[in-house]
Every structure is written in structure tokens, then in C-alpha cells.
């Protein structure tokens, strides 16, 4: 099955830096790589995510890139900011097994 | 409020017992899954319904089994709980069984088992 293995397990910024955080994954026939966010007493929420028909996907502070030939993808947080801090989870899932397979998390912190 | 309801939040109880957690999915959706989280374990895939018929199953122990009604809420049953199954357990939802699309995850049930 799906390994996803992700680095690294914490992550300490200060505010306005960025943040990088990379993930890798076993199956090559994983097509979906969705990147969660959870916070302190809730459930992860899903803050963006890409396809293996793409390459990078941006969205305001946040961008995803992958590599499918090195099989790892990659979470990018620029300009940081104190309510970024949270717990970061990659995950990646193929067509063929719907059920996403997590990465172990990031603990952010971003120091103000 | 993501719109995946979970009861109870928070659930203590001792060795040997059995507890039953529920989830509601986001309107719409057809498919639930569940999820174990606990501190050295990340997110462990336990389940997948789709609209009431199980599509996978993950790590999921003997003592555990889950079903999806016909009007979509799922129940995780545990038994014969151990001190080990203290966990965090999420429910997530999503539209299609198929599809890939991200789910949406409820806020989860604190389980201790004392």
C-alpha cells in the first residue's frame, strides 16, 4: 500500500519568513496530494491540494509543488503569521484507493 | 463549522467496555470514512462507506466495526476496549466514492479508556 513519509515533524519560523515543508510517497500511481491543517481541539482541514496532471498550484501565502518522477511533494507557506501555526499533514491517495494515506504531520510554529 | 457532525466529543470509559460513535456527513455527501489519531500513530485509516455499502477498510481491529444507514450517518462501534485505543477518531466526508476531491473532516471524538 501507500507510504507517505513527511519531514519535518516540527518547524519553528519567525513571523514573515517562509515555511517548507516536504512530503514523499510510494505509489506511483498516487494521483491526488491534498495538504491539511489542524488546529489545536479541531479536525484537519484541507487548505489546498494538487493533481499529478499539474506541476505547482498557488493560492495567495500557500503553493503545493510536486514532483512526479521523485515522487515528493512539497507544502510552501510565505509571509507567515502567528495563525499559521498549527499541525500540517500531507497526504496522497490513486484512483484506485479513494482513502487518503497521511503523512505523520508538521508541527508550525511561527513566532511573532 | 465544517458541516460533518460527530457525538459525542468526548467519551471516558473503562477496559473492557463498548462504545459506539457517530457521525453525520456534510449534506450531500455519500461517502464517510473514519480515522484513528493518536500521538505516535498520525492519521490511521480505519473505514470507507459509500452510501451504506463498505468500499475499504484499513487497519481496523477485529474488535471494531463501523456501518453506514440509509440516511447516511455512520457509527463506529468499539469493543472489548484496551487502554490502546485512546485515540482521537475523525470522520471525514466526501461527495463521490471515486472522485478525488479533498474530504471534509468532522472535529473528531476524544476517546479514554481508563
Known amino acids: 500500500g501507500e507510504n507517505v513519509e513527511q519531514h519535518p515533524s516540527t518547524l519553528s519560523v519567525q513571523e514573515g519568513d517562509s515555511a517548507v515543508i516536504k512530503c514523499t510517497y510510494s505509489?506511483?500511481?498516487?494521483?491526488?496530494f491534498p495538504w491539511y491543517k489542524q488546529e489545536l481541539g479541531k479536525g484537519p482541514q484541507l487548505i489546498i491540494d494538487?493533481?499529478?496532471?499539474?506541476g505547482e498550484k498557488k493560492d495567495q501565502r500557500i503553493a503545493v509543488t510536486l514532483n512526479k518522477t521523485a515522487k515528493h511533494f512539497s507544502l510552501h507557506i510565505t509571509e507567515t503569521q502567528p495563525e499559521d501555526s498549527a499541525v500540517y499533514f500531507c497526504?496522497?491517495?490513486?484512483?484506485?484507493?479513494?482513502?487518503?494515506?497521511f503523512g505523520s504531520g508538521t508541527q508550525l510554529t511561527v513566532l511573532p | 463549522d465544517s458541516g460533518v457532525t460527530q457525538t459525542p466529543k468526548h467519551l471516558i470509559t473503562a477496559t473492557g467496555q463498548r462504545v459506539t460513535l457517530r457521525c453525520s456527513p456534510r449534506?450531500?455527501?455519500?461517502?464517510v470514512y473514519w480515522y484513528q489519531q493518536s500521538l505516535d500513530q498520525g492519521l490511521q485509516f480505519l473505514i470507507h462507506?459509500?452510501?451504506?455499502?463498505?468500499?475499504a477498510k484499513g487497519n481496523i481491529l477485529e474488535r471494531f466495526s463501523a456501518q453506514q444507514f440509509p440516511d447516511l450517518h455512520s457509527e463506529l462501534n468499539l469493543s472489548s476496549l484496551e487502554l490502546g485505543d485512546s485515540a482521537l477518531y475523525f470522520c471525514?466526508?466526501?461527495?463521490?466514492?471515486?472522485?478525488?476531491?479533498?474530504?471534509?473532516f468532522g472535529s473528531g471524538t476524544r476517546l479514554t479508556v481508563v
Open positions: 462507506y459509500y452510501n451504506g455499502e463498505e468500499r
Open positions: 494538487i493533481r499529478s496532471n499539474v
Open positions: 497526504a496522497a491517495s490513486s484512483g484506485s484507493a479513494r482513502q487518503l494515506t
Open positions: 505509489d506511483s500511481a498516487s494521483n491526488y
Open positions: 471525514a466526508s466526501s461527495a463521490h466514492h471515486r472522485d478525488q476531491g479533498g474530504y471534509t
Open positions: 449534506s450531500g455527501d455519500l461517502s
